[in-house]
């Protein structure tokens, strides 16, 4: 369990966000910004839009808890994604790898769809920031 106070926020008459929060408040001690990570693989291949995605959330993690935090603390991500179509399509396959690294941990989120990405072989881009306790 995390050491930060964090609260989502769900203004009166508003219907739930869909797998994300509309907003968060957090305190803690200190703020982490994590530069984006497409979501290749080890030998340097890509895989399908939900590896891809699996592959990035695990970066993200990883750099949250050597910076000594948790899924708990990730408070924003931004999602980059050059086949938005690709990605809904494959919406049940993306909700499966998000559960696999974050559970039912839902930061504030936003996507965006891009012409592409700084790879051209990457589908997938997923930057976050976070509170440190």
């Known amino acids: 369990m995390s050491n930060i106070n964090f ?19 957090s305190q803690g001690s200190k703020v982490i910004h994590i530069s984006g990570f497409t979501g290749r693989n080890a030998d340097g291949s890509y895989g399908s839009i939900p590896q891809q995605f699996e592959n990035s959330l695990k970066k993200i993690v990883e750099v949250m808890k050597t910076a000594g935090g948790d899924v708990e603390n990730i408070t924003m991500m931004r ?35 891009v012409t592409e990405l700084m790879s051209p072989d990457a589908a997938i881009e997923i930057d976050a920031e976070g509170v440190l306790p």
């Open 79 to 113: 999602i980059y994604c050059s086949n938005p179509k690709g990605y809904r399509a494959a919406a049940k396959e993306v909700g499966g790898a998000y559960r696999n690294v974050l559970g039912k941990h839902f930061p504030a989120m936003m996507f965006v769809g």
């Open 7 to 25: 609260t989502s926020i769900q203004p009166e008459g508003w219907e739930r966000g869909r797998g994300h929060a509309h907003a968060v408040v």
